[in-house]
């Protein structure tokens, strides 16, 4: 075990799931939820935690909160042991669990923030100046005195970090904490946690369906899938191992006259045949775009990145990287 704020080797949680054999017999069978991860992070680091539904993330999470006894494996949370260390561990960690509230129901917003304090045992000082800084960077002031019962979802979850937040955690796990919420909400909770990252104080684990969270927030990407991980490096490193290819949509003068393009390829052609869809297979755009405008008259075009989402799928469905590979990359 290493000196890093997460360090877990050779997780492991197993379950007992009992089916039918026939009319009165059964069959019990040990399953493998989380089956030998790895997962070190380091202080200040931000990791998004991806996976298909029953691939383990939940599950990971509970053990490195103490909620879950591990089957196997070795696990430490700022140096702790979670479960048989676990009233030691909540000083240091924070959590919020998509819309399992932390907060009392009845009571109005404020109140439940100053009885968190009287249960982590926060100094009045560092209380009120953490709040202060977390009621300014959450915009709370104009629902603080309402009831809980009485937010709104995006309210209620500024709340969530809120109190997840007032002892001070080393680490904060975030279980999708931007599910149901509108447009405007999410922004501010990206926003939220964007400067959370690059304070570099918290150690953030995140783990969510919505991609565009990942992308915005999770400089390191950690994916698993039937309880293994499956990729631990940048968002830029799935795509290479994937060959992401970037698009050119292009909308011409003139019907599209069928050319070959060396280093691209036909997707689409649309519109009578006066917009073309190209992936890039080992050209730059500029050298497409260039070779285009040599053979047709060009009215507009736009450069497309790849997209998470279909890297991601890709990656879900069991996708070999090598298999999967095409001549050039992004």
Not at 28 to 56: F, S
Not at 170 to 196: H, M, N, W, Y
Not at 201 to 212: I, K, M, S
Request: glycine fraction near 8%; aromatic fraction near 4%; hydrophobic fraction near 40%.
């Amino acid at each position: 075990m290493t000196s890093a704020v997460i360090d877990a080797r050779g997780l492991r949680k197993e379950f007992t799931v009992t089916t039918k054999a026939g009319r009165l017999r059964r069959i019990r069978r040990r399953i493998a939820a989380v089956d030998g991860v790895d997962l070190v992070v380091e202080r200040g680091e931000t990791v998004g935690y991806l996976g298909p539904n029953g691939a383990g993330k939940s599950t990971t999470l509970k053990m490195l909160t103490g909620v879950l006894m591990p089957s196997g494996g070795q696990v430490r949370v700022c140096g702790l042991v979670p479960v048989s260390q676990r009233r030691r561990l909540v000083s240091h960690i924070g959590v919020v669990f998509g819309q399992r509230s932390q907060l009392w129901y009845d009571l109005p917003l404020r109140d439940s923030f100053e009885l968190a304090r009287h249960i982590w045992r926060v100094p009045p000082g560092e209380h009120a100046a953490r709040l202060a800084r977390l009621r300014r960077d959450l915009e709370l002031d104009p629902f603080l005195d309402t009831p809980v019962r009485q937010l709104s979802l995006g309210q209620r979850m500024r709340g969530e970090l809120t109190i997840a937040l007032l002892h001070g955690p080393a680490v904060l796990f975030l279980d999708e904490p931007t599910i149901g919420l509108d447009v405007v909400s999410k922004q501010a909770v990206r926003a939220f946690l964007t400067e959370l990252r690059d304070a570099g104080d918290t150690t953030v684990v995140l783990t969510t369906h919505d991609l565009a969270d990942i992308e915005r927030l999770c400089p390191r990407l950690v994916v698993i899938d039937h309880g293994r991980v499956v990729h631990d490096g940048t968002l830029d490193e799935l795509h290479a191992a994937y060959r992401s290819k970037r698009r050119i949509v292009v909308d011409l003068d003139v019907p599209w006259p069928g050319m070959d393009l060396p280093g691209a390829s036909v997707d689409s052609v649309e519109a009578d045949g006066y917009r073309v869809t190209l992936s890039l297979e080992g050209a730059t755009a500029g050298e497409v775009v260039a070779r285009l405008a040599q053979a047709v008259p060009l009215r507009d075009l736009s450069v497309q990145e790849p997209e998470i989402e279909d890297v991601v799928a890709r990656l879900y469905a069991g996708a070999n990287p090598v298999e999967t590979a095409a001549p050039g990359d992004r």
